[in-house]
T-cell receptor, first 114, second 112 residues
Framework: DGGITQSPKYLFRKEGQNVTLSCEQN?????MYWYRQDPGQGLRLIYY???????QKGDIAEGYSVSREKKESFPLTVTSAQKNPTAFYLC?????????????FGQGTRLTVV | KNEVEQSPQNLTAQEGEFITINCSYS?????LHWLQQHPGGGIVSLFM???GKKKHGRLIATINIQEKHSSLHITASHPRDSAVYIC??????????????FGTGTRLQVTL
């Protein structure tokens, strides 16, 4: 079955360390997205990519980096410059734009920085 | 004002009650998603709607495109329904990226 796989589900890191969150999809979607969720807030867009080797900053990109070397993969690196990295991170993908299109979601990664 | 508004923010119900969660949006959409998130857990996609109504087990989702409003109903609620329910509006981009806008979620607690 096609879908999005995020790993790991839970991740613990020490303050000051970079950490990379994985997002893989086998849906052949061009567009992939990373979102962050903080308690009591809606999910906010960090980065998105519409095509391989291209990506754009979202609303809260500071302290994060991404790459899109393959269509299937869109890893997110939380760098030491991110002041409050502890959060829930969600990856999503959307098929080529058309009406009635459906987004697909990973299960999410819960990152705790201690 | 957020582009996607959910109400209520918090909801407590007794087992067996009928529950309604509302989502209003101000953007043009191609689809609306309802998602479920259990405490400390991941995201599960419940429904994708572009018109009308969908039903899955005890869950029913409806959307009124003209009024820009969607509802999620849970019949015969059960404690295992306790979770955060999130609506997400998908805007189709022509020449630009498609965009997902999320509501802040409704926290549901179903008690015995």
């Amino acid at each position: 079955d096609g879908g999005i796989t995020q790993s790991p589900k839970y991740l613990f890191r020490k303050e000051g360390q970079n950490v990379t969150l994985s997002c893989e999809q086998n849906l052949n979607h061009d567009a992939m997205y990373w979102y962050r969720q903080d308690p009591g807030q809606g999910l906010r867009l960090i980065y998105y990519s519409q095509i391989v080797n291209d990506f754009q900053k979202g609303d809260i990109a500071e302290g994060y980096s991404v790459s899109r070397e393959k269509k299937e993969s869109f890893p997110l690196t939380v760098t030491s410059a991110q002041k409050n990295p502890t959060a829930f991170y969600l990856c999503a993908s959307i098929p080529p734009g058309r009406a009635n299109t459906e987004a697909f979601f990973g299960q999410g990664t819960r990152l705790t920085v201690v | 004002k957020n582009e996607v508004e959910q109400s209520p923010q918090n909801l407590t119900a007794q087992e067996g009650e009928f529950i309604t969660i509302n989502c209003s949006y101000s953007v043009g959409i191609s689809a609306l998603h309802w998602l479920q998130q259990h405490p400390g857990g991941g995201i599960v996609s419940l429904f994708m709607l572009s018109s009308g109504k969908k039903k899955h087990g005890r869950l029913i989702a409806t959307i009124n495109i003209q009024e820009k409003h969607s509802s999620l109903h849970i019949t015969a609620s059960h404690p295992r329904d306790s979770a955060v329910y999130i609506c997400a509006a998908l805007s189709y981009g022509t020449g630009t990226a498609s965009k997902l806008t999320f509501g802040t979620g409704t926290r549901l607690q179903v008690t015995l």
